[in-house]
């Protein structure tokens, strides 16, 4: 490939203690040697990965997923080893697996071996809303500067208690998501433009559809609570979490640029080839289509759900924004006007969902590899010695090809309001920049505002379809006596997860959008010049 991803979570390795070392001496130390070394182990695991046959996934049905294979044993579909899916199997496989595990994966010397495993006692890891997390560290026959001690696993949820929905949606409705999360470390690794934590190991069963990711854990400096002052140069910020804007170290708008340039970084290095070619990745990553026949479109009717079904679930979400939990929105969404303008334009959204995707799909210029939602939660922040804002990323759930704009909302839909609406033009503007300077065409603003919106009104969409879900999280009657977003019983990790939280997040931008940013007339727009202007079609009757 010619090109070297940056690799290593922690930014400290490769820039403060390797300045220092150089600075000292004028041949290398054996810690840089190490490093060097490291990054060679990276391009030659990775160009090892990518040289070897696609390997396919086969989708399990919910019938099949019901029977309970998911408590089954069974090797992974990569490396063929049976493998732990859980903190407790991992301490019972103990070191010996590891070992073979890390051997198998090129990611330690064959010489080399693990000698113990020490499971984290005291933090413990509840962000997210797709798998289990946990923390452990190792201790090796061998120490050297390439070899972290301090690892993070992701692992399934349990099928059972608040987290067995969740397990099955990821499990089945969303595979196979993991596969390509494992399979971004595994084979692209080393050509990232962006840091990202080391890969150790990771596999999954298409039988059992139980999978484990294996990490460097990012050395975040406020694990335990934030710390008063600033923080000395190349310390990890955070962690931070979804939808809690207000926990930054500085402007959100600084943060949020970050994250539009990775995406635009990402999005142009595959332009450039850098991750090699689409139909040698298909299987391995989520790829595109641009062929108008896999999109389902209809010029004779709606091509989203059921209209019934649909403006039932929009007849629930006005109930619920409007009445039960009318504290957190604002009040105009109250008000006849603004709940008719809601049915009107989400009737439309649904009617004509088929050809909107294939809008968003059909222009290559405008697919591109990417992260599928590149929140807070997902990234990690430090500030070099001239106090200038870096990031890294991780969590690569569903990484592959889609639309551009659409990556680009799904990254600022946590956000606060206010900050998307009077920066999202700037946002736009940097990320044609950056995807141009990075190897992607020009794109054009328009185009990429119109997307963003419709984008924000689909993610809408999906939240008020997830109403029932926030009733079972916070019951009726507690919405008497909460007072606002704050409150804990929306605004924790309810059940471990950030669900709740998001999805009252996600759906207050979008009502917002609807109301004061106008997206019911882009959406009118885009029927009256892409519909029917672009592609000749007549518009759809109510």
């Known amino acids: 490939f010619g090109w070297q991803g940056e690799s290593f979570a922690q930014p400290s390795k490769l820039d403060a203690r390797a300045a220092d070392a150089r600075e000292k001496t004028a041949g290398k130390t054996s810690e840089e040697e190490d490093l060097a070394r490291a990054q060679q182990q990276i391009l030659a695991r990775c160009a090892a990965e990518r040289a070897k046959a696609p390997i396919f996934w086969r989708p399990i049905g919910l ?35 590891l070992t073979k595990a890390l051997r198998a994966a090129g990611t330690m010397d064959s010489e080399n071996r693990v000698t113990a495993i020490i499971p984290e006692p005291k933090i413990k890891v509840t962000a997210g809303n797709n798998a289990g997390k946990f923390l452990f560290e190792v201790r090796y026959a061998k120490k050297t500067a390439d070899l972290h001690t301090k690892l993070f696993a992701k692992i399934p949820f349990p099928l059972q208690g608040s987290t067995a929905s969740d397990r099955q949606s990821s499990s089945v409705y969303k595979q196979p998501m993991d596969l390509f999360e494992i399979n971004t470390y595994r084979l692209l690794e080393s050509a990232l433009p962006v ?58 708008k600084d943060y949020y640029m970050q994250l539009v340039n990775v995406h635009a970084k990402i999005a142009g290095a595959h332009k450039l080839g850098k991750f090699g070619t689409d139909a040698s990745l298909m299987g391995s990553l989520r790829i595109a289509s641009t062929s108008a026949s896999d999109y389902g479109m209809n010029t004779s009717g709606p091509t989203g759900e059921d209209p019934k079904m649909v403006a039932n679930k929009l007849n629930a979400a006005i ?47 405008y697919i591109a590899f990417g992260h599928q939602n590149l929140n807070m939660d997902n990234a990690y922040f430090w500030r070099d010695a001239q106090g200038k804002l870096d990031c890294g990323i991780f969590d690569f759930g569903g990484f592959g090809s889609s639309s551009l704009p659409h990556r680009v909302w799904w990254g600022l839909n946590c956000a606060e309001f206010d900050q998307i609406k009077a ?12 995807y ?19 984008t924000a009104l689909q993610n809408t969409m ?61 959406l009118d727009r885009w029927v009256r ?9 007549t518009a759809k009757t109510e």
């Open 63 to 97: 019938d099949i997923f019901q029977t309970g294979v998911h408590e089954k044993r069974a090797p992974g579909m990569i490396y063929g080893l049976e493998f732990p899916w859980s903190e407790e199997l991992l301490v019972e496989f103990g070191p010996t697996w």
């Open 195 to 252: 840091k990202t934590p080391k890969y150790y190991y990771g596999d999954i069963s298409n039988e059992t559809s139980n999978f484990i990711l294996i990490t460097e854990r990012v050395d975040f400096t406020e694990i335990n609570g934030k710390r008063n002052g600033d923080l000395a140069p190349f310390e990890v910020e955070g962690p931070y979490e979804k939808c809690k804007d207000w926990m930054l170290r500085g402007p959100e």
């Open 319 to 365: 109930k619920f924004f409007a009445e039960t939990a009318k504290v957190i929105f604002p009040s105009y969404v109250r008000s006849d006007a603004f709940q008719k303008k809601f049915r009107s334009t989400m009737m439309k959204l649904a009617a004509y969902n088929a050809e909107i995707e294939y809008w968003k799909h059909h222009n290559p210029d």
């Open 423 to 434: 920066n999202l033009a700037e946002y736009i503007d940097a990320f044609i920049k950056m």
């Open 436 to 454: 141009s300077d990075f190897g992607g065409p020009r794109l054009d603003k328009d185009v990429m505002h119109t997307a963003i919106v419709i």
């Open 462 to 522: 999906f939240m008020v379809a997830a109403v029932p879900n926030c009733l079972t999280m916070c019951p009726v009657k507690e919405w008497d006596t909460i007072q606002d977003r704050h409150d804990p019983r929306i605004s924790s990790n309810v059940g471990g997860k950030s669900t709740l939280r998001t999805t009252l997040q996600v759906m207050t931008n979008g009502l917002r959008m609807l109301e004061e940013m106008q997206a019911d007339q882009v």
């Open 529 to 537: 010049d892409v519909y029917a202007g672009q592609f000749g079609n």
